[in-house]
């Protein structure tokens, strides 16, 4: 089971920091990403942490604003997301899945576990 928090309201410009945290599985034998829905449209993928090797990837929107980490001892993910703009207000959902291949990492479809997203708004 994945649990997502940190959500919230807050202004352009402004960070905030989303967390996924695991039960059950450990989330250091997954690849782990977060995605993120806007009203009407499809999942969106904003980055991932891959298990092996341990590497990073992000969408071209969120590229040099937003980090993804691990943190094995805590069996979490975190979101980290500076410089937020109001394009970035959506539903933000976390996903683990198989260690996946580089070409897959962006594809909701890959993921088996979901979490039940949180919420960031951005005002201009």
């Given at each position: 089971q994945l649990q997502a928090s940190g959500g919230g309201l807050v202004q352009a410009g402004d960070s905030l920091r989303l967390s996924c945290a695991a039960s059950g599985r450990s989330l250091s034998s997954y690849?782990?990403?977060?995605f993120r829905q806007t009203p009407?449209?499809?999942?969106?993928f904003v980055a991932a942490i891959?298990?092996?090797p341990s590497t990073t990837h992000y969408a071209d929107s969120v590229k040099g604003r937003f980090t993804i980490s691990r943190?094995?001892?805590e069996n979490s993910v975190y979101l980290q997301m500076n410089s937020l703009k109001p394009e970035d207000t959506a539903v933000y959902y976390c996903a683990a899945g198989p260690n996946l291949i580089l070409s897959s990492i962006s594809?909701?479809?890959r993921y088996n576990y979901w979490g039940q997203?949180?919420?960031?708004t951005v005002s201009a």
């Open positions: 690849t782990t990403a977060w009407g449209k499809e999942r969106a891959r298990r092996t943190d094995n001892a594809t909701a479809s997203g949180t919420l960031v």
